[in-house]
Each structure stands twice: as C-alpha cells, then as structure tokens.
C-alpha cells in the first residue's frame, strides 16, 4: 500500500473543499457558468486521481474511504442546491442522499470489521449518470422537459440498484460467502 498522503488523495481532499464553492455558486442563479466550471473541475479530478492512484501504485485505504465521501459531498451538494432553487423535486434528492448516507454507513460498518468496500461498475456508473443529471438540471432551460426527466428517473434507478448492490454483497461477505474475491477481512469488496 502507498502512502496515504500523494497526489490522488490530495486531488481527492480538494474535491472535498469545493463542494461548498459549488453549493454557493448554484444557489447564486447568475453564477451558472462559474457553477458548472466547478462542477466540471470536481468530476475530472476524480477520474484523475482515480487514474493515478491505480496506474501509479498508490491505492490507499484512506483513499478508498475518502473517494467515495468526495464523490457523495459535491453531489450531494448540488443535488441539495438543486431542489432548492427548484431544479429538482426534493423526492429525487431524498432518495439519492438516503441511499448515500446507507452506503457510507455500510462501508463505515465494514471497516469496523476490517473490510474495505471499494467502488463497483454499477457505482461507478451512477457516479457518472448522476453527473450528467447534474449539468442537465443546471444547463437545461426547462428542467422539467421530458429528457431531463428521463435523465432524472435513470439515475434515482441507478443509484437505488447500485445501492442494493453493495448491500447485497457485504450480506453475502458477513455470512461468509465470497464475493468479488474477497477472503480474509483485510481484503476488499468491489
């Protein structure tokens, strides 16, 4: 394992603090531009240090933990923003921010228990249909246009199978199955 303090958790520790800048911009209706730009540069530094960790060998633990929580803040943040100046309706955040704090508490249950839950495909895939959910919700002159819509019901699917997805599979980890190749309780799930 690499050093928790490199490049892709530091690019990871920034996403983190510009959640709060992207949630003051979106909630400034004339700042959409400057908005989006944040957006953008929050989501490109998560493939990036995604990229770099594993290309380079630094794959952390604290980086596996810390990712996610990035990825879950900004989003989290913008959707927030979004029900809030009416983008989005508050029912679509519910379920999306339930099923983030769920997986966050799985994965804070199993390091308890000596598991680390890395992200999956489907995860991933949510992480990426929920960003284009994002810049149509901000970028689209009629939220409620029926491709935006569509957009929107996609990603609450995504986000509710992958979350059932991770549960299923730590399930299936406590009652000793393997999964994903997992073994031992230092090993990880993804």
Same mark, same amino acid.
């Given at each position: 394992?690499?050093?928790?303090?490199?490049?892709?958790?530091?690019?990871?520790?920034?996403?983190?603090?510009?959640?709060?800048?992207?949630?003051?911009?979106?909630?400034?209706?004339?700042?959409?531009?400057?908005?989006?730009?944040?957006?953008?540069?929050?989501?490109?530094?998560?493939?990036?240090?995604?990229?770099?960790?594993?290309?380079?060998?630094?794959?952390?633990?604290?980086?596996?933990?810390?990712?996610?929580?990035?990825?879950?803040?900004?989003?989290?943040?913008?959707?927030?923003?979004?029900?809030?100046?009416?983008?989005?309706?508050?029912?679509?955040?519910?379920? =999306?921010?339930?099923?983030?704090?769920? %997986?966050?508490?799985? @994965?804070? $249950? *199993?390091? /308890?228990? +000596?598991?680390?839950?890395?992200?999956?495909?489907?995860?991933?895939?949510?992480?990426?249909?929920?960003?284009?959910?994002?810049?149509?919700?901000?970028?689209?002159?009629?939220?409620?246009?029926?491709?935006?819509?569509?957009?929107?019901?996609?990603?609450?699917? =995504?986000?509710?199978?992958?979350?059932? %997805?991770?549960?299923? @599979?730590? $399930? *299936?980890? /406590?009652? +000793?199955?393997?999964?994903?190749?997992?073994?031992?309780?230092?090993?990880?799930?993804?």
């Amino acid at each position: 394992m690499a050093s928790a303090l490199n490049v892709p958790n530091a690019l990871t520790m920034a996403r983190i603090c510009l959640a709060p800048v992207l949630a003051l911009l979106l909630l400034e209706r004339d700042q959409t531009a400057a908005a989006v730009a944040v957006f953008a540069i929050a989501m490109a530094s998560d493939v990036v240090d995604g990229h770099l960790a594993r290309s380079r060998g630094l794959v952390t633990t604290v980086g596996k933990l810390m990712d996610p929580l990035a990825d879950k803040l900004v989003v989290g943040a913008a959707f927030v923003c979004l029900a809030a100046i009416d983008r989005v309706e508050p029912w679509v955040v519910a379920v =999306i921010l339930s099923r983030e704090a769920a %997986v966050t508490g799985l @994965r804070m $249950l *199993a390091k /308890r228990n +000596g598991l680390v839950i890395s992200a999956n495909s489907l995860g991933k895939a949510k992480t990426t249909l929920q960003t284009v959910c994002i810049l149509a919700l901000v970028l689209a002159t009629d939220p409620s246009a029926a491709w935006v819509e569509l957009i929107v019901f996609a990603t609450v699917l =995504i986000t509710i199978a992958s979350g059932v %997805v991770y549960a299923y @599979r730590y $399930l *299936a980890y /406590r009652r +000793g199955g393997e999964v994903g190749g997992a073994g031992p309780a230092s090993d990880s799930i993804s």
